[in-house]
């Protein structure tokens, strides 16, 4: 595409790739959290298509179309890992916690409480707390959950594929699957803290008032909650596991 003097029609480009830009946005979507929203994404896809049309030469061998969903792609990428605010060392933390769920499930057969998952941790109850309490915030999904230590991960792998339907990646029946059964399995609290804050859109604050507990409280119900979720979706995604206990499981405590 280039004007009458035969350089690169960068207006006439912007027109007719705005739609590769929201078809990758909309592709992106099917695997991200509510909290994201397409128009961000859209946004920083059209600051990624600007550069590809700035950057854009010949000589790079690739068809304009194909240079552009790489920008696009890594600029849409890179500004949802800017907006991923959870400091590393906090996600490490929620990473062992989601681990000695997973071991704790299964040598137990039921959900552990927080007292054993602070024993497992070799961390004090108060301590154990703070870090749920910490880690406000903690999102169910994150980029790198779709990572695997390859060059190419799950959404490289779709966003690569220009005529897929979206509504195909959203039903990915299997996820679906493991996240309706890990959401059947939270303790109870657990669960009417998850339904008050995502069903009826209750800040912590007013479900601390409904469940008779603290605003902090309600947080680390939220994050241990997560976790939970987390340990049973991406079970056997290669986290690390925390030494196994000994001793035979201890009655099924109550839970707070």
């Keep these: 595409m280039y004007d009458a003097k035969g350089n690169l029609d960068k207006a006439h480009l912007v027109e007719a790739y705005a739609p590769l830009v929201k078809r990758i946005a909309y592709q992106l979507m099917s695997r991200l959290p509510a909290s994201v929203e397409v128009d961000d994404l859209i946004q920083n896809g059209m600051m990624g298509l600007l550069d590809a049309i700035g950057r854009y030469e010949d000589g790079l061998g690739a068809q304009f179309e194909t240079y552009a969903v790489q920008r696009i792609r890594g600029a849409m990428l890179d500004g949802l890992r800017d907006n991923d605010w959870l400091p590393r060392s906090l996600r490490r933390d929620m990473r062992r916690i989601e681990s000695a769920i997973h071991m704790l499930e299964q040598e137990y057969g039921r959900p552990p409480s927080e007292g054993e998952l602070a024993d497992s941790l070799g961390v ?16 169910l999904v994150y980029i790198e959950d779709f990572s695997h230590d390859q060059d190419d991960n799950f959404l490289e792998r779709h966003l690569v594929q220009q005529d897929s339907n979206p509504l195909d990646l959203l039903a990915d029946a299997d996820m679906r699957r493991r996240l309706v059964s890990a959401i059947g399995v939270l303790p109870e609290r657990e669960q009417m803290v998850m339904a ?13 008032a409904v469940l008779g507990v603290t605003e902090s409280r309600v947080c680390q119900l939220h994050s241990q909650a997560v976790a939970r979720l987390r340990s049973s979706v991406f079970a056997g995604e290669g986290a690390a596991r925390p030494p196994a206990r000994r001793g035979r499981p201890p009655k099924k405590p109550a839970q707070d």
Excluded: V
């Design 124 to 139: 004090s109850l108060a301590e154990y707390q703070h870090m749920l309490q910490e880690a406000r915030g903690h999102q």
């Design 196 to 208: 008050l804050y995502y069903d009826e859109e209750l800040n912590l604050r007013e479900i601390g």
